[in-house]
């Protein structure tokens, strides 16, 4: 099976779909495909080996994207903000969405599928009122209308702005997925867990988190953890810091506190303060 990987945004995910009988599709040519929201226009962005594709349950490439497709597509997408408009006036007249904040409008390539994306807390609070506000959308757009309510973190990724190293957010620039991000990323390498620290517009923990997960967890692989006591040249001590990238921890020594080579200190396992360095 001939399978291609399509982008419908900017800074959006890949998906795969079947192009048997486009065989000679090439890379930044654009397709129409069918989708959960009907029918759309993409960019051809690889072309997917056999043994990395996902072949079970795959749509088919429809047809290629012709010059007037892609103008319909911009037609549409300049009357996006007008019905973002519309939606937020008619959401305020309805009191399940108070809170809720109407984030961006989406027409598919010809007009024919209206989604609107918005934010809300708490979740399904809105539920009673989502009859009511579709069907004061159909009465303004001439398209099926789709209300879909997405997370914080994807709502930071259509707001876009700058993050906390004065960058363009990582989400809004070149992320095209999230992934999973913990608490043990931050503590691995030794980020302060002050929330303002570690949480970005959305909330949620920082992404840029996990890029050298992988690198700082191999490197601390066999050190010492903090407030484990250890013999070091200068005597005992216990880990009040580590350094995996330099390959080296800092102990506290009575009330000093020292850096030392990984391989110059011994784990005390027998020390009487041991019960209390691991609680």
């Given at each position: 099976?001939?399978?291609?990987?399509?982008?419908?945004?900017?800074?959006?995910?890949?998906?795969?779909?079947?192009?048997?009988?486009?065989?000679?599709?090439?890379?930044?040519?654009?397709?129409?495909?069918?989708?959960?929201r009907g029918r759309m226009l993409g960019?051809?962005?690889?072309?997917?080996?056999?043994?990395?594709?996902?072949?079970?349950?795959?749509?088919?490439?429809l047809r290629r994207a012709t010059a007037?497709?892609?103008?319909?597509?911009?037609?549409?997408?300049?009357?996006?903000?007008?019905?973002?408009?519309?939606?937020?006036?008619?959401?305020?007249?309805?009191?399940?969405?108070?809170?809720?904040?109407?984030?961006?409008?989406?027409?598919?390539?010809?007009?024919?599928?209206?989604?609107?994306?918005?934010?809300?807390?708490?979740?399904?609070?809105?539920?009673?009122?989502?009859?009511?506000?579709?069907?004061?959308?159909?009465?303004?757009?001439?398209?099926?209308?789709?209300?879909?309510?997405?997370?914080?973190?994807?709502?930071?990724?259509?707001?876009?702005?700058?993050?906390?190293?004065?960058?363009?957010?990582?989400?809004?620039?070149?992320?095209?997925?999230?992934?999973?991000?913990?608490?043990?990323?931050?503590?691995?390498?030794?980020?302060?867990?002050?929330?303002?620290?570690?949480?970005?517009?959305?909330?949620?923990?920082?992404?840029?988190?996990?890029?050298?997960?992988?690198?700082?967890?191999?490197?601390?692989?066999?050190?010492?953890?903090?407030?484990?006591?250890?013999?070091?040249?200068?005597?005992?001590?216990?880990?009040?810091?580590?350094?995996?990238?330099?390959?080296?921890?800092?102990?506290?020594?009575?009330?000093?506190?020292?850096?030392?080579?990984?391989?110059?200190?011994?784990?005390?396992?027998?020390?009487?303060d041991r019960d209390t360095a691991e609680?």
């Open positions: 099976m001939s399978v291609v990987a399509v982008r419908f945004n900017e800074v959006g995910r890949l998906y795969h779909f079947n192009s048997a009988g486009f065989h000679d599709l090439q890379v930044g040519e654009f397709v129409i495909v069918e989708t959960v960019e051809v962005m690889a072309r997917v080996p056999p043994e990395k594709a996902t072949t079970e349950g795959l749509k088919p490439i007037r497709d892609l103008l319909m597509q911009q037609t549409w997408q300049a009357k996006e903000d007008e019905a973002l408009a519309v939606c937020r006036e008619k959401a305020r007249e309805i009191e399940e969405f108070a809170n809720a904040k109407f984030l961006k409008a989406t027409y598919n390539f010809d007009g024919s599928a209206l989604t609107f994306l918005y934010t809300i807390e708490p979740p399904g609070e809105e539920q009673a009122g989502l009859k009511k506000l579709r069907k004061a959308l159909h009465k303004s757009f001439r398209a099926a209308i789709k209300l879909r309510q997405i997370g914080p973190r994807d709502a930071a990724k259509l707001l876009g702005g700058f993050g906390a190293c004065s960058a363009d957010r990582c989400c809004s620039s070149f992320l095209a997925d999230f992934f999973p991000v913990s608490i043990r990323m931050a503590k691995i390498q030794s980020v302060s867990l002050n929330p303002s620290e570690i949480t970005g517009m959305c909330g949620r923990l920082r992404c840029c988190l996990a890029y050298e997960n992988d690198l700082y967890t191999e490197c601390a692989r066999g050190m010492p953890k903090p407030k484990k006591w250890v013999q070091t040249p200068q005597g005992e001590g216990r880990v009040v810091d580590r350094n995996p990238l330099k390959g080296t921890v800092t102990v506290q020594i009575g009330e000093h506190r020292q850096e030392f080579p990984v391989d110059e200190i011994q784990p005390l396992t027998d020390h009487p609680s």
